[in-house]
Nanobody, 122 residues
Framework: QVEFEESGGGLVQSGGSLRLSCTVS????????MGWYRQAPGEQRELVAT???????NYADSVKGRFTIIGDYAKNSVYLQMNSLRPEETAVYSC????????????????WGKGTLITVSS
């Protein structure tokens, strides 16, 4: 069982900024990757940004230069600083983690939190 504590969503004007926070807890031996996905109404879930345990980030092309992901693996936490937000980025943003429950699991299992709604007004 993996649980997510997500915070930081809300309403922001176009061009504004928000910061998302997430802490992962539960049956965790190791976390291999953490990050954020988003799903707009009527759309499929898409990757926003992830960061691995070595600190290597991976961003969607659409957010490069505007979003910054920070991972604190000592605290099982991940943060997303979002600047210059656009109305088309209105979506539910969900925290993500690839988790190994036991030491022999070198692949891990993907989990997503319930998400937090971000609304960007024009």
């Amino acid at each position: 069982q993996v649980e997510f504590e997500e915070s930081g969503g809300g309403l922001v004007q176009s061009g504004g900024s928000l910061r998302l926070s997430c802490t992962v807890s539960g049956m965790i031996f190791s976390i291999y990757n953490m990050g954020w996905y988003r799903q707009a109404p009527g759309e499929q879930r898409e990757l926003v940004a992830t960061i691995d345990g070595g600190g290597k980030p991976n961003y969607a092309d659409s957010v490069k230069g505007r979003f910054t992901i920070i991972g604190d693996y000592a605290k099982n936490s991940v943060y997303l600083q979002m600047n210059s937000l656009r109305p088309e980025e209105t979506a539910v943003y969900s925290c993500y983690a690839r988790v190994a429950a036991v030491g022999a699991d070198f692949v891990g299992t993907d989990y997503w939190g319930k998400g937090t709604l971000i609304t960007v007004s024009s």
